[in-house]
């Protein structure tokens, strides 16, 4: 049994949820105490995040012109900015744990997710 489990499905389900958290949990976390851009960074991304998953090619997307494989590549340079922005702005306490949390998550989603299955013609 492989351990890429997340398939194209999932992580479609996964995305919107995301977006949403990404916009929403910094003001609810009080983010932003080491530096402001510690909520402003999770604000425009959670922003983009939705953007890239309503055109991202897969069933909910409602503009399907993003290849699948393009979204999964800007989650992993999302994930791993995520992982170097506390270090790289001087986020600490509570911002960086925000950061560091969600840039796991989000490379080990990518890690887990299932290669496209050829479509046989």
Do not use: C
């Not at 949990?25 to 309503?54: D, H, I, K, R």
């Not at 290849?67 to 506390?86: E, N, Q, R, S």
């Amino acid at each position: 049994m492989s351990l890429r489990f997340v398939t194209r499905s999932v992580h479609a389900y996964l995305d919107y949820p995301v977006a949403i958290a990404l916009m929403t949990l910094p003001f609810l976390l009080g983010l932003g105490q080491s530096n402001p851009l510690a909520l402003w960074l999770s604000v425009v991304t959670g922003v983009a995040a939705f953007v890239l998953t309503v055109q991202t090619d897969h069933h909910l997307g409602i503009w399907r012109v993003l290849p699948y494989k393009f979204h999964l590549a800007v989650d992993l340079i999302v994930g791993i900015t995520f992982l170097f922005a506390p270090s790289v702005l001087g986020f600490s306490g509570l911002d960086a744990v925000f950061y560091w949390l969600n840039g796991a998550a989000v490379v080990l989603v990518i890690s887990l997710s299932a290669p496209e299955q050829e479509v046989a013609a």
